[in-house]
């Protein structure tokens, strides 16, 4: 593997969560149909974490800026790993700091590079993943989590019936993905025995094409993210964290697995975010399986419709963000 980061990392946060920012497309000036903006949507809110009740959903978090280091309550510290251009020695740092504060690690392995100038065209990297010219990557990432000390979660290749072009493996024939799936959680078995799979589609319709069948699924991994001027524009009303998840919900709880929001994140004013806030982690009869919810604590990498920019789904505000 090429190796871009460095290996004397100063902070658990950048060897910890390895994530990277994507180039973003250019903005355009059309305007939007929708529910006009509210200029008195207004965010006073100045942390903005979900409350985590104690008889509820277990709560986890991706946390680069570490504002979750100190939180007693949270299972799960969740990690992005691209499976070129990273140096597998972090995830040591990631296990120390799981197990320190007794969580779990969920692992996201994205089957690509994060520096744009090395990534592969979508059929290039199905070519290659289906030849099995990844199986070295794939192994020497399940080898490094062989021997960490914290329980382990591998997602692999997340949102795969995504049509937005967002990553290079999702909009592949069902038959492909799920024959890659299998390919890269049989070596994660063979070298990482023990280690837990998840299955993380968006959400969207379809995606039960892409279901690799239970014995490859210990948890299904949803994504939810609410943002106020999104839902105007494209719902003409304001979706509440329940309405957000029930879709997804409901095409995955057939299943009959464990289900998680492997990445949750919202922002808009604060008659919008606090509904979010106050039932991320409630239990609720509509959502028999929902066991956790995963915060993803930091701007969004890509760009969203309606020239809405990158979100920042900080808990806390940003000021470096623009």
């Given at each position: 593997?090429?190796k871009?980061?460095?290996?004397?990392?100063?902070?658990?946060?950048?060897?910890?969560?390895?994530?990277?920012?994507?180039?973003?497309?250019?903005?355009?000036?059309v305007?939007?149909?929708?529910?006009?903006?509210?200029?008195?949507?207004?965010?006073?809110?100045?942390?903005?974490?979900?409350?985590?009740?104690?008889?509820?959903?277990?709560?986890?978090?991706?946390?680069?800026?570490?504002?979750?280091?100190?939180?007693?309550?949270v299972?799960?510290?969740?990690?992005?790993?691209?499976?070129?251009?990273?140096?597998l020695e972090?995830?040591?740092?990631?296990?120390?700091?799981?197990?320190?504060?007794?969580?779990?690690l969920?692992?996201?392995?994205?089957?690509?590079?994060?520096?744009?100038d090395?990534?592969?065209?979508?059929?290039?990297?199905?070519?290659?993943?289906?030849?099995?010219?990844?199986?070295?990557?794939?192994?020497?990432?399940?080898h490094?989590?062989?021997?960490?000390?914290?329980?382990?979660?591998?997602?692999?290749?997340?949102?795969?019936?995504?049509?937005?072009?967002?990553?290079?493996?999702s909009?592949w024939?069902?038959?492909?993905?799920?024959?890659?799936?299998?390919?890269?959680?049989?070596?994660?078995?063979?070298?990482?025995?023990?280690?837990?799979?998840?299955?993380?589609?968006?959400?969207?319709?379809?995606?039960?094409?892409?279901?690799?069948?239970?014995?490859?699924?210990?948890?299904?991994?949803?994504?939810?993210?609410?943002?106020q001027?999104?839902?105007?524009?494209?719902?003409?009303?304001?979706?509440?964290?329940?309405?957000?998840?029930?879709?997804?919900?409901?095409?995955?709880?057939?299943?009959?697995?464990?289900?998680?929001?492997?990445?949750?994140?919202?922002?808009?004013?604060?008659?919008?975010?606090?509904?979010?806030?106050e039932?991320?982690?409630?239990?609720?009869?509509?959502?028999?399986?929902?066991?956790?919810?995963?915060?993803?604590?930091?701007?969004?990498?890509?760009a969203w419709?309606?020239?809405?920019?990158?979100?920042?789904?900080?808990?806390?505000?940003?000021?470096?963000?623009?």
């Amino acid at each position: 593997m090429k190796k871009l980061m460095k290996n004397n990392l100063s902070t658990t946060a950048i060897a910890l969560l390895l994530l990277c920012v994507a180039e973003l497309p250019g903005r355009s000036e059309v305007q939007y149909a929708g529910i006009a903006p509210n200029p008195a949507a207004v965010q006073t809110i100045i942390d903005k974490r979900p409350v985590v009740h104690a008889a509820g959903i277990k709560f986890g978090a991706y946390d680069p800026h570490g504002d979750f280091g100190a939180q007693v309550n949270v299972a799960t510290e969740a990690l992005f790993l691209p499976w070129e251009d990273v140096d597998l020695e972090t995830l040591r740092v990631a296990d120390a700091y799981a197990l320190a504060r007794g969580r779990n690690l969920l692992i996201t392995v994205e089957p690509w590079s994060w520096d744009v100038d090395w990534r592969l065209s979508s059929a290039q990297l199905r070519a290659k993943v289906l030849r099995g010219d990844y199986d070295v990557n794939m192994r020497s990432i399940a080898h490094m989590i062989s021997e960490l000390k914290s329980p382990v979660i591998v997602r692999w290749g997340q949102e795969m019936e995504d049509k937005s072009g967002r990553f290079s493996w999702s909009g592949w024939s069902p038959q492909d993905y799920i024959a890659a799936y299998k390919r890269m959680m049989d070596i994660v078995r063979k070298e990482a025995p023990g280690t837990e799979l998840m299955w993380s589609p968006k959400g969207e319709p379809g995606l039960q094409a892409y279901y690799p069948g239970d014995d490859y699924v210990d948890l299904v991994g949803l994504s939810v993210f609410g943002l106020q001027r999104y839902d105007e524009l494209a719902y003409k009303e304001h979706r509440t964290f329940s309405e957000a998840l029930k879709q997804g919900y409901d095409l995955v709880a057939g299943y009959g697995k464990p289900i998680w929001v492997a990445e949750l994140g919202y922002e808009g004013g604060d008659a919008y975010i606090r509904p979010w806030i106050e039932t991320a982690t409630l239990k609720q009869s509509a959502f028999p399986n929902l066991q956790e919810v995963v915060y993803f604590n930091d701007r969004d990498v890509q760009a969203w419709p309606f020239d809405l920019g990158r979100p920042d789904w900080r808990v806390v505000e940003n000021l470096g963000s623009n």
